[in-house]
């Protein structure tokens, strides 16, 4: 396996700028990964693709504003791009400046109210702890903050992004981006769904910065993932196992539903969790809890692109992004959707 597999050709016109005007007009690729088989939807058809009984599992993570910029005491520019809350006066983030930060560094957040100086406290890794001096974190983001788009939206946070990089059913801060798949459902589509008898269960995971980074090693099983909060309450599993005993599906919207449903199992039988993930899905790997994915398009040579290839395969995967450009799908966070079913080579079912 190299990564210069799971590459593509992406025209940069694809790649959605903006949401839609509204959330269920997105298009939906339908991909069936045991015979390669594509169909053309718009994203409401998805209430024909599930069945009453399946369990739709959504990512419920709230995106905190993440992104905020400063500058040193010689105005020079930094950003700092959270990748968690550690307490009430310090955070873990990226930091992106012309020239690396010391330890003890004072930078300079400030708008035409207040300021604030966060300070360089320690390293970890790629990572830098922040601390804020006399406003505690949750103030400190309610006034400087930004929606933290990714990097290919050429553009700044809008009004707007607000409420449309945000889950209609987003409701535990934590997240530094968008369980995007979700972004597709609105309230009517969401009542639609449970009056056809399909039960939609929650679980959180807080995505972190790391979903942004490429894979750099040449050898993909070099790679590894940033760890991410993931809690998982009994009743979700309960109705994971109540489908599979009914014969139903469990059908995961969104990859971060995929990587927490899977580590529920790394040591068994589901049952509530609370901790950090860092699972990486790669061919290869199997699938144990999940039966089909709703996702959006992944970025080339990510982590995520790896993991929709591990579950319907690296040849269907890339043949579906290819007629997906031949038809202009948008692509990414704002862009459309996929409905994926998995290979057998792929399924290994725990119950």
Do not use: W
Not at 11 to 30: D, K, N, V, Y
Not at 205 to 228: C, K, Y
Request: charged share 25%; net charge positive; with cysteine.
């Amino acid at each position: 396996m190299r990564l210069q597999d799971f590459d593509y050709d992406l025209p940069p016109e694809l790649i959605a700028q903006h949401p839609l005007p509204h959330r269920t007009e997105s298009r939906l690729l339908s991909l069936a990964g045991e015979s390669g088989l594509l169909r053309d939807y718009r994203f409401p058809n998805i209430i024909d693709l599930v069945e009453p009984g399946d369990v739709l599992v959504f990512n419920d993570t709230r995106v905190i504003p993440a992104r905020l910029y400063g500058r040193k005491a010689t105005g020079g520019r930094v950003e700092f791009l959270i990748e968690r809350v550690l307490d009430d006066q310090a955070v873990l983030a990226l930091v992106r400046s012309n020239k690396p930060l010391r330890v003890g560094h004072g930078i300079i957040i400030e708008n035409n109210e207040s300021r604030v100086i966060a300070t360089i406290a320690e390293r970890r890794g790629e990572l830098s702890v922040i601390r804020f001096e006399d406003l505690c974190v949750s103030d400190v983001l309610a006034r400087f903050g930004h929606v933290p788009l990714p990097p290919y939206i050429n553009r700044t946070d809008q009004i707007q992004d607000q409420d449309r990089y945000q889950t209609v059913f987003a409701r535990t801060p934590g997240a530094v981006a968008a369980p995007t798949a979700g972004l597709h459902f609105d309230e009517p589509l969401m009542a639609v769904l449970r009056d056809r008898g399909v039960h939609c269960a929650f679980l959180t995971l807080h995505v972190g910065a790391g979903t942004f980074q490429p894979i750099r090693e040449q050898d993909p099983l070099r790679h590894r993932m940033h760890p991410e909060r993931v809690s998982i309450s009994q009743d979700v599993c309960e109705a994971v196992l109540l489908a599979r005993a009914r014969g139903n599906r469990v059908i995961a919207v969104g990859t971060t539903s995929v990587r927490a449903l899977e580590t529920l199992v790394l040591n068994g039988s589901p049952r509530s969790f609370g901790g950090d993930t860092n699972l990486f899905l790669y061919p290869g790997k199997k699938f144990r809890l999940v039966d089909a994915i709703i996702t959006n398009f992944h970025l080339p040579r990510s982590s995520l692109l790896m993991l929709v290839c591990a579950f319907a395969g690296v040849g269907n995967i890339l043949a579906a992004y290819r007629h997906a450009v031949r038809s202009k799908y948008r692509f990414y966070s704002y862009g459309d959707a996929m409905y994926i079913t998995p290979q057998a080579a792929a399924r290994s079912r725990l119950c």
